[in-house]
């Protein structure tokens, strides 16, 4: 992929700013102006800022916000969540394809809406080959108490997962199957940059994520743990699972190292998934989507008793 990187300019000017009142879960970051419904030219301010949000997690860390790219992606955000919207930029490529209802509904928007050359728009973004479109978007904050504190919890634990695909796809499975959240370790890759938020196709904003470096807080909330593991004799068949707590979060491991042995210790079963002869492993996305529909099914054992399980070691 050819590289479209160049040095950061105009790094002092880096605040962006938003229009109007933004309910949770989203923070209002910025000043409050008169956006006005039609793109301005881009400022170098701006443009600057974008490329440093799109390439540098603390920057994303201190605005508070991350990039979205695409017209599918973008026409999410604006019809789905328009008030976690900071500012959008559009192409004269995009403007002469886009969608009259598209075209409607964008410039009812109150945020901050600029134009740049084709070329220039190249010069910003992230993927191969442009739309032609892209929103800067608040960071959704989430209250974890509030989640955790629910009579019934279902999510998942990343622990020092590296591939962004991996962890957007996770995401993305969570959100399809209605899971209360996820959470990933501090080393974990960044679920706000451009290639896991591609690999979240949208749900980024509509499910809780959270970065955690204790993950005793599980247990501070009674949430049980069950660790994801490879075939071993400390394990039993996740089909041999026929109840669970009503709180529980899985905790799939990084993809060549697996789970700590922390987890591992404080995890009160170690479950894995029957596989084919001579497959060793599943892909970590693979097995949290097979775990948390298996789980999702599953009835809850009320009365703080034991999980019930079959015979430990039939698959």
């Not at 700013?17 to 039609?38: N, Q």
């Not at 739309?131 to 990343?158: F, H, K, M, N, T």
């Not at 938020?197 to 247990?219: E, K, Q, W, Y």
Request: net charge positive; aromatic share 6%.
């Amino acid at each position: 992929m050819q590289q479209k990187r160049r040095r950061n300019e105009g790094a002092g000017e880096r605040r962006l700013h938003l229009v109007g009142p933004v309910p949770s879960p989203f923070a209002l970051g910025g000043s409050i102006v008169d956006a006005g419904s039609y793109p301005r030219v881009l400022s170098r301010a701006q443009g600057s800022l974008i490329r440093q949000l799109l390439r540098e997690k603390k920057v994303r860390s201190s605005e508070g916000a991350f990039v979205v790219e695409g017209v599918k992606p973008c026409r999410d955000v604006i019809f789905r969540h328009p008030e976690a919207i900071r500012s959008l930029l559009v192409s004269p490529r995009y403007i002469r394809t886009e969608a009259n209802a598209d075209r409607v509904r964008r410039l009812t928007l109150g945020a901050r809406q600029s134009v740049c050359s084709d070329p220039a728009f190249e010069q910003l973004t992230d993927v191969e080959v442009s739309q032609g479109i892209l929103a800067v978007v608040q960071q959704p904050l989430w209250d974890e108490a509030q989640v955790l504190g629910q009579s019934r919890v279902l999510g998942v634990y990343g622990d020092r997962l590296q591939d962004p695909a991996n962890v957007g796809a996770i995401i993305r499975t969570a959100a399809a199957l209605n899971l209360s959240a996820v959470w990933l370790s501090t080393d974990s890759a960044d679920h706000f940059s451009p290639k896991v938020v591609r690999a979240t196709a949208g749900t980024l904003l509509s499910l809780p994520v959270f970065r955690t470096s204790d993950f005793r807080t599980f247990s501070t909330y009674g949430c049980e743990i069950y660790a994801a593991v490879p075939s071993s004799v400390e394990r039993v068949f996740i089909r041999n699972i026929v109840t669970i707590p009503g709180r529980l979060v899985m905790a799939v491991g990084n993809e060549g190292a697996g789970l700590s042995q922390e987890i591992l210790n404080v995890s009160a079963i170690r479950f894995s998934i029957p596989l084919a002869q001579g497959v060793e492993s599943l892909n970590v996305a693979a097995t949290v989507a097979i775990s948390a529909f298996y789980f999702s099914g599953v009835p809850i054992n009320e009365g703080g008793l034991a999980p019930v399980m079959t015979s430990r070691h039939s698959a």
